[in-house]
Every structure is written in structure tokens, then in C-alpha cells.
């Protein structure tokens, strides 16, 4: 029994390229400075041991009653109103508009050791 509770857990994915991009800009950019922090030096230095911890949760902790899904987040517009759209056609509730309900399904995708042999999810 669920109680009618829905977990619904999200990763969002950026590629290496994309997030070197981010903390640049958090460096260069006066309205963005706020965003940095002690994490950030280190991030880059050490994203294959981030990118080992990340593959490992989802493993862990993936079951049919709290899937995970991945987010192709490289375009954070993009990203966040795909993930909304998912997440409106996942939630249950009354007169769900199916049409607007829609994700791109190369943005938003179920969690799958498939998805890292595809190079769905960045190294």
C-alpha cells in the first residue's frame, strides 16, 4: 500500500564541456558570483570521481515504485520544461491534458544501465 504517495526522482545530466562553461561564467559574470562555491574549484579536478558516485546511486536506489530519470540538462530552458511536462504526465490527477503532458523523450528518459552503453548519460 502507497498511501497514494509518488516519488518521482530526477538527475540532472550536463555534459563535462557544459559545466567548465557554468563555473566560467560564475567567475566572469557580477550578477552570477553568488553561485560560486568552495565545491566549484574542485569540480572539474574531480568529476570522473562524481561521475563514479553518480552512476552507482541510480543503481542502488532505481525500483518500479521510485524510478529514476535522467535529464539531459546541457540546456537548462530546455531541460526544465521537459521536466516538467514528464513530471505532469507521470503525477496522477484528475483531467490531465495528455497533449501538454509530452516530454522529449531525448531530454527526459527512464533510468537504465542501456542509457550509459548508449552514451545517453555523459561519462
Known amino acids: 500500500m502507497n498511501a497514494g504517495i509518488q516519488i518521482i526522482k530526477y538527475y540532472l545530466d550536463i ?15 557580477p550578477l552570477k558570483q553568488w553561485k560560486i562555491s568552495p565545491i566549484d574549484a574542485s569540480a572539474i579536478e574531480h568529476w570522473k570521481d562524481y561521475s563514479n558516485a553518480r552512476d552507482k546511486m541510480p543503481q542502488l536506489s532505481h525500483s518500479s515504485h521510485s524510478p529514476w530519470h535522467i535529464v539531459n540538462a546541457d540546456n537548462k530552458k530546455h531541460s526544465r520544461l521537459n521536466v516538467i511536462r514528464h513530471l505532469l504526465s507521470v503525477v496522477d490527477c484528475p483531467d490531465q491534458d495528455q497533449h501538454l503532458a509530452k516530454s522529449d523523450t531525448k531530454v527526459v528518459f527512464p533510468f537504465s544501465k542501456e542509457q550509459y552503453e548508449r552514451g545517453n548519460i555523459y561519462p
Open 15 to 29: 555534459s563535462k564541456h557544459e559545466q567548465q562553461r557554468r563555473l566560467e561564467d560564475r567567475r566572469e559574470n
